[in-house]
């Protein structure tokens, strides 16, 4: 009782005469900034959603645009380094600039725009939480073509189960696993995590966000990005309990490669990257609604 992984190939096409692949996973990060530059332009069209007037002028989204784009890219690939595989990266520094070859960290990218978004209000002249409240609004469908990317790629597979609907990852990236009981064909089946995690990253948690905005949630500086900060930080811890921890963490005494260990509990990189997450979006609620009261 397994599903065998689908045939699709992680190259979308190649560019002619010159055979460069162009991925998947690079057109979901293109469709995801793209999709939300124009929603965003939308929203700073119509000053009701914001109550009196939108933080910023429409024309001002392309240039932010740009910032955003350079910090999803560095801070993405820097925060991998940092948080996930340091002691690879301090032996062969030029791997660093290699990005193509994979590596990026959702936290990490997070906080790059959080840094782009906030340096490029800054030296406008703009109000941050209402920016981050539109950046909330439309991450959701970057996370869910995200995720989808991830799944076809292959990578970030989940842990190994007996679920019926298990899938058979491709033998050299699911790692054998020896004696489990969904083995089959040498390679056993494992926990679609990246759809688990394109359902709650990316479709309940934009339904959410999509339904306060419905409810005029703009005009409260700061909530939508505080439900966005709790639903992902949430959705991510949970979502971590079926996916595979990162192997660069194993050891002899820590064989599933958890990053910490709270008394028996493990703990995983994306679990404890996760709690400042939830921490700062409960004070941005409690922001809110406190600004609101007055």
Known sequence: MALPFPEISPDAFEIPFVDWPIRWYALAYIAGLLAGWRIVVALMRRPKLWGKRA??????????LTWVILGVILGGRLGFVLFYDPGTYLEDPLAIVRVWEGGMSFHGGFAGVVIAGLAFCHRRGIAPLPVGDAFALVAPIGLFLGRLANFIKPELWGRPTDMPWGVIFPVDAAQIC??????VDDSCARHPSQLYEAGLEGLLLGAILWWLFARGALRKPGLLMGVFLIGYGLAR??????RQPDAQFATD?????????????????????????ILLGGALILYARMRGAK
């Open 178 to 183: 020896n004696g489990w009981a969904g083995q």
């Open 237 to 242: 811890a949970f979502v971590e309990l079926f």
């Open 55 to 64: 933080p910023m002028a429409p024309e001002a989204v392309e240039d932010l």
């Open 253 to 277: 005494v820590n064989p599933m490669g958890y990053a910490f260990f709270l008394g028996d509990l493990g703990i995983t990189m994306g679990q404890a990257l996760s709690v400042p997450m």
